[in-house]
């Protein structure tokens, strides 16, 4: 088996955190520098290698106020100070920077469908325009990484893109076939192949083209690259991160021009899942393991067998009641992850791979009701108290091995973390209590010592008026 390195901590930093407005002119927030400071610091103690994203949808509001976010094209320089920024205080011990965290999100469900941050809704332009932003400017970084610090810091640029695998609905059918790579086109290809080949996929530029000739517009709403952007843009990637959780069905669809076009009727397609498939959390997300092996073999294949880091890989569980023997989550990870050493006997080039996640956290939209954790999370509580569900031990164990050595142990490693669900359970099951006596301290201590005062001030009333 080819040996990778499972060893690493991704996580992002807050570009608002450091830069309040956005603007490095305007104000460094030394405060926030300091703490990545002092997180890195302790990875490196700990033996943890740390992959640092610049981007997480994390845009300073002032930025989006004022000029319009990623619609604007003033985004790339802004952008561009922050990096800089972050690889002059951070890059002497951070050697591995993402500098967009699947940008598919930022650009679809932040200014096409509204779902998320800023909650725009541009149809048919605004998740391209700022996808068009986003691809320069990480090209930008990348350039600004090369020429000022590669040098010293020997460190590597790459941005992840998160993207589900799309199958054939009929294996046999040439429009299944043909829709199913547009699905995935569409997906990562829309900002991998400008960045391993300088410029759009074709289907994209074909098919939006063509809807919007249809729609009497002179020119398409996909953007386009100059001569010089296209040689400015190839190859500004020194790994590339991957985001998968799920896989689709996909066949082919045809969405008439006239009903009004968006990003996702310009694909023509429609998605399908197996009703057989395991969906314990998320609605979107089902297991479908062989999916993974087969995206990152069209990886391999489409853009020159690249270095891949895997950035977020894992499942949720969505439900009202604790779970902390949460075995789904086991057969996930171990299902996925033999997935993906299957790619890598195939020749893949994955050289790490990060769990998604290691805490219950907010999730967007979903706010705290989808648990993606390996640690529980009791957001009631004040003092956010963690613990352990089952799969903590399970990836232990995987990461201490490095893999799979073999399934006898596999399945020990599976009935003993199955076994400290107990202790766990016990432990949450106690902190209702805790939780109760707080609440008491915070908020009945305090009511009764009001009631007291106000009784003292009405006996106080009482005597006053019996002596006059």
């Not at 069209?298 to 891949?308: A, D, E, L, R, S």
Request: hydrophobic letters at 35%; proline letters at 4%; glycine letters at 8%.
């Amino acid at each position: 088996m080819k040996e990778m390195n499972l060893n690493h901590y991704r996580f992002s930093i807050s570009w608002p955190r450091i830069m309040p407005t956005g603007i490095r002119s305007d104000h460094v927030n030394e405060k926030g520098v300091r703490y990545y400071d002092v997180l890195i610091d302790e990875l490196l103690e700990n033996k943890i290698t740390p992959i640092v994203t610049l981007y997480h949808w994390d845009l300073p509001q002032v930025l989006q106020e004022k000029y319009g976010g990623w619609q604007n094209i003033s985004m790339i320089n802004y952008f561009n100070d922050f990096a800089n920024l972050c690889f002059e205080r951070y890059g002497d011990r951070v050697k591995h920077w993402i500098t967009f965290n699947n940008p598919w999100s930022v650009a679809v469900e932040g200014y096409e469908t509204g779902e998320h941050a800023p909650g725009l809704k541009l149809r048919g332009t605004g998740a391209y325009r700022a996808a068009h932003h986003i691809i320069k400017a990480h090209a930008k970084v990348w350039h600004t990484y090369d020429s000022q610090w590669r040098s010293k810091q020997k460190g590597m640029v790459g941005i992840s893109l998160s993207g589900d695998w799309g199958e054939p609905v009929d294996i046999t059918n040439q429009k299944d076939i043909e829709a199913a790579e547009r699905y995935v086109q569409f997906y990562i290809g829309w900002f991998a192949t400008p960045i391993f080949h300088g410029d759009y996929p074709q289907v994209m530029k074909d098919f939006i083209g063509r809807k919007s000739a249809l729609q009497g517009l002179g020119t398409s709403r996909l953007p386009t690259f100059s001569s010089q952007e296209k040689s400015y843009i190839k190859g500004t990637s020194d790994f590339l991160g991957v985001g998968h959780f799920t896989t689709r069905y996909i066949t082919q669809k045809s969405y008439p021009s006239n009903r009004g076009t968006t990003y996702f009727s310009d694909r023509d397609v429609a998605e399908l899942v197996d009703p057989r498939w395991p969906d314990p959390g998320s609605e979107w997300l089902y297991s479908v393991p062989w999916g993974f092996r087969r995206l990152l073999n069209f990886m391999k294949t489409h853009y020159g067998n690249p270095m891949i880091y895997i950035t977020e890989n894992g499942v949720s569980e969505k439900m009202m009641c604790t779970e902390l023997c949460d075995d789904w989550r086991i057969k996930y990870y171990k299902d996925y992850i033999n997935e993906m050493l299957k790619a890598i006997r195939d020749g893949v080039n994955v050289k790490g791979y990060t769990a998604w996640s290691l805490l219950d956290k907010f999730e967007w939209d979903e706010g705290y009701s989808e648990r993606f954790g390996l640690y529980y999370v009791d957001f009631k509580n004040q003092n956010k108290p963690r613990y352990p569900k089952a799969s903590v031990q399970f990836y232990k164990r995987i990461i201490q091995s490095n893999g799979f050595p073999g399934q006898r142990e596999v399945e020990t490693w599976k009935r003993k973390a199955t076994e400290t669900c107990s202790t766990s359970n016990q432990l949450l099951a106690a902190d209702p209590l805790t939780s109760h006596m707080e609440m008491v301290t915070e908020v009945v201590v305090p009511t009764v010592c009001t009631l007291c005062i106000l009784i003292s001030a009405v006996f106080l009333m009482f005597l006053l008026r019996k002596r006059n």
